[in-house]
């Protein structure tokens, strides 16, 4: 009998099951596991470690918490993987950046925030643990401007010299795309400025252009340029990695109390069931929401505002504490009260 089919009987609750199948694939002669079967093991295993064969509301229950943990795993391995991630150029890398922007305009640069993200509200770990982050939460950026912030002359053709510096420094630029007001009559845009993007080696690099800023000096144009940092691969995989496993994480944690508590009293299945449903009602909308934005970062091809996580932590904060301590209450409870089931369920 192959390693295999060892490895996938395991997604079995432990149990006499386990043993019946290998004698089975044994006698019938087979030794490596097809695609097939390995499917099959595994999306039978799994309903099995939830037991109550006749429930398909504990299997709805299953995927939904599975989808909360996995988002969890996601937001925790992102985290930790951003951590590692390149630092923004500084000294000569910055100064050389600047330059190619702004030529001989004495530029200047200020990052918004001291870390990896930017808070508002600059609140310490402590209040980040009792209050979430402030609403404007996002990673934080380098601003780079001219030396008064306005540059004499006609913003067109210095976006284009601009784009052709970037060029010859190795960027990938944009096209530069005008920027203003929309005349509600006509739909058109009022031309009153340029934007572009550039991107190198995991930075990203916005320039705008504007003359309808308040103080515009006459014959001059605001200009300003942003520093971001684009989401290394890697980071991506982490995030998928950890979804993976915290989802079979939780899929299993779901099983156990599912298994543990079929045969309890009303009250014990009650103090169970219910507070892991009033957990999902305030988890799951943003683990959903999450996980979309999870998606779509890599897709949308720029540097992320914010991590896919975020909302977690400033809008939703309050109701993501009290549903991991509903949670709580439902494992517990399942712990304490529940009792293992005294036959085994199987597929």
């Not at 067109?156 to 784009?163: H, S």
């Not at 989401?231 to 993976?244: F, K, Q, R, Y």
Request: net charge neutral; charged share 20%.
């Amino acid at each position: 009998m192959s390693r295999g089919y060892r490895l996938l009987v395991r997604a079995y609750p432990p149990g006499r099951r386990r043993g019946e199948l290998l004698d089975t694939f044994a006698e019938a002669g087979r030794v490596r596991p097809t695609a097939r079967e390995a499917v099959n093991l595994l999306r039978h295993g799994l309903r099995a470690r939830l037991g109550r064969p006749a429930s398909r509301g504990v299997v709805v229950l299953a995927t939904l918490i599975a989808l909360v943990t996995g988002f969890v795993g996601a937001a925790v391995a992102a985290r930790i993987a951003w951590e590692f991630a390149p630092a923004y150029p500084s000294g000569a890398r910055l100064e050389a950046i600047k330059e190619s922007v702004f030529p001989g305009l004495r530029p200047v640069s200020e990052r918004n925030g001291d870390g990896l993200f930017f808070d508002v509200g600059e609140r310490s770990y402590g209040e980040v643990f009792l209050y979430g982050h402030d609403e404007d939460f996002a990673f934080s950026t380098v601003w780079i401007g001219p030396d008064g912030n306005f540059i004499k002359g006609d913003y067109p053709a210095w976006t284009a010299a601009a784009q052709q510096r970037l060029v010859a420094e190795g960027w990938q630029v944009s096209d530069a795309e005008v920027t203003g007001a929309t005349w509600i009559a006509t739909g058109e845009i009022d031309d009153s400025g340029r934007a572009f993007t550039a991107t190198r080696g995991g930075l990203s690099l916005s320039v705008q252009t504007e003359t309808d800023v308040v103080d515009t000096p006459a014959g001059s144009f605001y200009a300003s340029a942003e520093l971001n940092r684009l989401t290394p691969g890697w980071i991506t995989a982490a995030g998928v990695l950890g979804l993976l496993v915290f989802a079979l994480l939780g899929w299993l944690i779901t099983g156990w109390a599912s298994r543990r508590t079929q045969d309890a009293r009303g009250t014990v299945r009650s103090l169970t069931r219910e507070p892991a449903v009033l957990a999902l009602v305030l988890l799951f909308p943003q683990a959903l929401l999450g996980l979309i934005g999870m998606v779509r970062e890599p897709l949308a091809g720029g540097p992320p505002i914010a991590p896919f996580w975020s909302l977690s932590l400033t809008y939703g904060f309050g109701c993501g504490f009290l549903g991991f301590l509903l949670f709580a209450v439902s494992l517990i409870t399942a712990a304490v009260a529940g009792r293992p089931a005294r036959v085994e369920v199987s597929a």
